[in-house]
């Protein structure tokens, strides 16, 4: 989008043409990016992107997984990137969810969002033939829409307990199983406000949560991505992450949120991403039974 921003403060003054040199095919439009993995990489087979704001790079992990058991194709790339530009700058700021100091997810004073740019990429595969040779699965997603408002959650988090609901139920598992969830945490007073609800709800406060944004800030589409990484470490590396600024947790919250990072055995971890206009996916990501 910067790119379309920068252009068209270089138009024509005249006929208001853009710069001959922008290239809005391979820029600004919402498939350059999958173009661009797919020539780089020389894939072949189906190639398409999703756009669903904050959910979007969780939400390509359940599109790719359900290619990939329709005998669509075998295995598949998925993630994306969000980069920083004007309109996400005054958008933000005009919604008045930007926080003057790096954000503090689920602290009594949080005050919004800090914005953060990354990219990231996963390759997702057909099961091997050798139960345990994947070191991490995908085993569950669960998506879901909570029609309620085009920038704030549902107030009970029925939307984001229903995409944790559905990816326990997809993985054939219950709550008792779960050992840490990443929450999408912004540090927005709504938002988290709205997930502590959600995740209490559905596993009360027995299973350890935090917010990873406090690293990274919110990167918006790639908060998936970034998050499933974090997601597939806390496996591998036996870490439950702790929640840098976060300095003292909002009182009215109930789930069991974490401000520090604890070694523990790690077997199942759900990543949630949750984006504007209700959009909602949680992943369940954990080892080999």
């Known amino acids: 989008m910067l790119k379309t921003e920068l252009a068209y403060r270089r138009r024509e003054p005249e006929t208001g043409a853009l710069p001959p040199e922008f290239d809005y095919a391979r820029t600004h439009n919402t498939y350059s990016l999958g173009d661009f993995v797919r020539t780089r990489l020389r894939l072949e087979g189906p190639a398409y992107v999703v756009s669903s704001a904050c959910a979007t790079t969780a939400k390509v992990f359940g599109n790719a997984a359900r290619m990939i058991a329709a005998g669509i194709c075998d295995a598949a790339v998925v993630g994306g990137a969000d980069t920083l530009c004007g309109t996400t700058l005054y958008g933000f700021h005009s919604l008045e969810v930007m926080s003057d100091e790096p954000c503090r997810p689920f602290d009594a004073e949080r005050c919004g969002i800090s914005l953060g ?90 299973v350890p949560c935090s917010s990873t944004k406090g690293y990274t800030g919110h990167t918006l589409g790639a908060s998936g991505i970034v998050e499933a990484v974090f997601s597939v470490l806390s496996v591998l590396e036996g870490l439950r992450f702790g929640s840098p600024h976060t300095r003292t947790v909002d009182p009215s919250f109930r789930s069991r949120y974490q401000r520090e990072t604890v ?27």
């Open 263 to 289: 070694a523990a055995r790690v077997d199942r971890v759900i990543s949630n991403s949750f984006g504007f206009g209700g959009a909602n996916c949680s992943l369940l990501f954990g080892r080999a039974a």
């Open 117 to 206: 740019e990354a990219a990231g990429f996963a390759l997702l595969e057909k099961p091997r033939r050798k139960p345990g040779d994947e070191p991490v699965l995908m085993l569950g997603c669960g998506e879901s829409s909570d029609a309620y408002h085009m920038s704030s959650p549902h107030p009970e988090g029925l939307g984001a307990r229903l995409a944790m609901e559905r990816a326990l139920a997809a993985a054939g598992l219950v709550p008792t199983a779960i050992d840490y969830i990443n929450l999408h945490g912004t540090a927005t007073v709504v938002g988290d406000a709205a997930e502590d609800h959600a995740v209490f709800d559905l596993f009360g406060a027995a």
